[in-house]
């Protein structure tokens, strides 16, 4: 095996083993049950939801939720659509109250958080930017890769744990090994 093949398997090396250890660092830090909600009102909640559900997390699915439920870890989906603040009946002040309101409970109650955007560039604008700030709070930040082309998520992370899938598939990988 010549230099270069050797030092190329060796950076290759290196960079799975850094990936794995990140999610490992996580593995079995957050406690179920479960509490998602939707921090902009977007369909991305759901898509978080149906990625619990695949990996056989206990959780409560509440988009508009104003209190923990007994939750020991709360999952901040942030993703802006105004036809779905729209259809909740809130804007974007009342979502922003709810969502520190909500945080503030967390927190009070010892539970840990997960934020998370998933939609990509494609669900970012004035909405989902809005709400970036807030994954400031967390515990733990996941968002998919694209979803932080201008590096706004990671500055917002400030030094809270971020990673960045490539797609909304590896987010549930990342889910499944922060329980």
């Given at each position: 095996m010549n230099k270069k093949m050797f030092r190329t398997m060796a950076i290759l090396f290196a960079v799975v083993v850094s990936m794995f250890s990140m999610t490992a660092a996580f593995a079995g830090n957050f406690e179920q049950p479960i509490l998602i909600t939707s921090i902009g009102?977007?369909?991305d909640a759901q898509m978080v939801r149906a990625l619990s559900q695949r990996n056989n997390l206990q959780f409560t699915y509440n988009p508009t939720a104003s209190d923990m439920g007994g939750a020991k870890t709360l999952m901040?989906?942030?993703g802006g659509?105004?036809?779905?603040?729209?259809?909740?009946?809130?804007d974007m002040a009342e979502e922003e109250v709810r969502a520190k309101a909500?945080?503030?409970k967390a927190k009070s109650a010892n539970a840990k958080i997960i934020a998370?955007?998933?939609g990509g560039s494609a669900r970012r604008g004035d909405l989902t930017d809005r709400f970036i700030p807030l994954v400031g709070q967390a515990n733990y930040v996941i968002v998919v890769e694209s979803g932080d082309h201008d590096k706004a998520f990671t500055?917002?992370?400030g030094g809270v744990p971020i990673d960045f899938p490539g797609n909304i598939v590896g987010v549930g990988q990342y889910l499944k090994n922060a329980f």
């Open positions: 009102q977007s369909a901040l989906v942030i659509s105004s036809k779905g603040m729209g259809a909740a009946g809130v909500l945080i503030s998370l955007h998933i500055r917002a992370a």
